[in-house]
Antibody
Framework: EVLLVESGGGLVKPGGSLRLSCAASGFTFSNAWMSWVRQTPGKGLEWVGRIKTKTDSETADYTAPVKGRFIISRDDSKNTLNLQMNSLKNEDTAVYYC??????????WGQGTLVTVSS | DIRMTQSPSSLSASIGDRVTITCQAS??????VNWYQQKPRKAPKLLIY???HLEPGVPSRFSGTGSGTDFTFTISSLQPEDIATYYC?????????FGQGTKLEIK
C-alpha cells in the first residue's frame, strides 16, 4: 500500500523559512517523480512543483509564485521528499500535500501538513 | 500557462440523479486530464486518469470523456457517499493546473 506522510508544518512569520518532509513507503520511491500541491480556501488547489528521478537528473520545476523561494529535493536512501520554503509570504499559507507523479498525472496523495504564515 | 475552467462551481442533485461536471482547457492538452474527489478534511482522491480511465477500485458509476480542450465527468446515479468537491487537473506539461472545483450537495 502506498503511504505518504508529510511533516514539518507549523506557524512561521513572514520572511521566515520552513522545511517540509514527506516519508514515502509502499512503492519504489527512487523510480517515482514526485510533486507538491498546496490548497487554500480562497485559491483552491495549486501545483507547487515537481522533482524527477535521479535517472532524469533530479530536475525540479516550480510554479511561478514560488520559483526562487522554494526548493524541492529528495533523499532516495531515506525514501524522503523535501520542500524547503524560504522568504515565506502570507499567501503561502496552505495545506501542503506530497503526491506521486507518474506519466498519468498526480495519483497518490499524503494527508497534508498545514503551513501558516502570519506575524 | 493553461487555465482549466470548471463548471458549475456548485451543484445540488437528488440521489439517483445523473450528474455532469465539465472542464474546458485554454489550450489543447490531448487527454491529459484527471478527476479527483475531495471530502471534508481529507486529501483529494484520484477517480479518473487520462480523461477516461477509471482508477482501479473506483465504482463504475464514475466516468470521464473528452480530449483536446473539452472534458466531462459524470456520475451516472448519485449516491449519498458521493457528496464531495470534485476537481479536474491538467498535467500535459508544467505548470499543471486545477479547475476551481465543483461542490456537490444533496437536494
Amino acid at each position: 500500500e502506498v503511504l505518504l506522510v508529510e511533516s514539518g508544518g507549523g506557524l512561521v512569520k513572514p520572511g521566515g523559512s520552513l522545511r517540509l518532509s514527506c516519508a514515502a513507503s509502499g512503492f519504489t520511491f527512487s523510480n517515482a517523480w514526485m510533486s507538491w500541491v498546496r490548497q487554500t480556501p480562497g485559491k483552491g488547489l495549486e501545483w507547487v512543483g515537481r522533482i524527477k528521478t535521479k535517472t532524469d537528473s533530479e530536475t525540479a520545476d516550480y510554479t511561478a509564485p514560488v520559483k526562487g523561494r522554494f526548493i524541492i529535493s529528495r533523499d532516495d536512501s531515506k525514501n524522503t521528499l523535501n520542500l524547503q520554503m524560504n522568504s515565506l509570504k502570507n499567501e503561502d499559507t496552505a495545506v501542503y500535500y506530497c503526491i506521486t507523479d507518474p506519466a498519468s498525472g498526480l495519483d497518490y496523495w499524503g494527508q497534508g501538513t498545514l503551513v501558516t504564515v502570519s506575524s | 500557462d493553461i487555465r482549466m475552467t470548471q463548471s458549475p462551481s456548485s451543484l445540488s442533485a437528488s440521489i439517483g440523479d445523473r450528474v455532469t461536471i465539465t472542464c474546458q482547457a485554454s489550450q489543447d492538452i490531448n487527454d491529459s486530464v484527471n478527476w479527483y474527489q475531495q471530502k471534508p478534511r481529507k486529501a483529494p482522491k484520484l477517480l479518473i486518469y487520462a480523461a477516461s480511465h477509471l482508477e482501479p477500485g473506483v465504482p463504475s458509476r464514475f466516468s470521464g470523456t473528452g480530449s483536446g480542450t473539452d472534458f466531462t465527468f459524470t456520475i451516472s446515479s448519485l449516491q449519498p457517499e458521493d457528496i464531495a468537491t470534485y476537481y479536474c487537473l491538467h498535467y500535459d506539461y508544467f505548470p499543471y493546473s486545477f479547475g476551481q472545483g465543483t461542490k456537490l450537495e444533496i437536494k
